[in-house]
């Protein structure tokens, strides 16, 4: 049976306080995620969405059907932007830490991904943008270590 995922990701601020929030169904299941982080960037909620969701299926492989508004994300994937990335070892790319954790969690599973206009009416894709700025504008932030390392690593 397909997982069907829907997914997005928000900053206040970019970078800044972010979030990302998680729509996942198969057959009579649903299951909603959502965290949010004090320092980080809107395209790197979006790949976090991507990759959580991903990471939380238990069962492998599965066939899984990925919709998302960000063209960062599915561009990279769809056009096969990141495979090459990861054969010249990401250099001068960014987010390299989330790629990485995606490119370990992609292949055991049979995805396709699906864009989706943000903001346009979609039950689903509407439900993660309102968890993405919820989690994003809570008072349980957690460090985005990646980000953090990456923004800092330029200045010694």
């Known amino acids: 049976m397909a997982i069907t995922i829907f997914t997005d990701g928000a ?3 970019n970078p800044g306080n972010g979030g990302y929030g998680i729509v996942m169904m198969s057959g009579g299941h649903h299951k909603e995620l959502s965290q ?3 320092n980080t960037t809107n395209n790197r909620m979006e790949l976090m969405a991507v990759i959580v969701a991903l990471e939380t299926i238990k069962i492998i492989p599965s066939q899984v059907n990925v919709f998302s508004d960000s063209k960062y994300v599915i561009d990279s994937v ?5 495979f090459g990335w990861q054969k010249k070892g990401f250099k001068g790319k960014k987010n390299v830490d989330l790629w990485q ?4 969690i992609y292949p055991k599973h049979q995805v396709k991904f699906h864009w989706v206009k943000g903001h346009a009416g979609n039950k689903y894709n509407e439900r993660c943008d309102e968890l993405a700025v919820k989690a994003a ?4 932030l957690l460090i985005d270590e990646g980000y953090e390392a990456e923004e800092t690593s330029g200045l010694f």
């Open 11 to 13: 900053a206040k601020g």
């Open 36 to 38: 949010g982080f004090r």
């Open 101 to 104: 954790r995606f490119l370990q």
């Open 78 to 82: 769809e056009k096969g932007w990141v």
């Open 137 to 140: 504008e809570s008072n349980n």
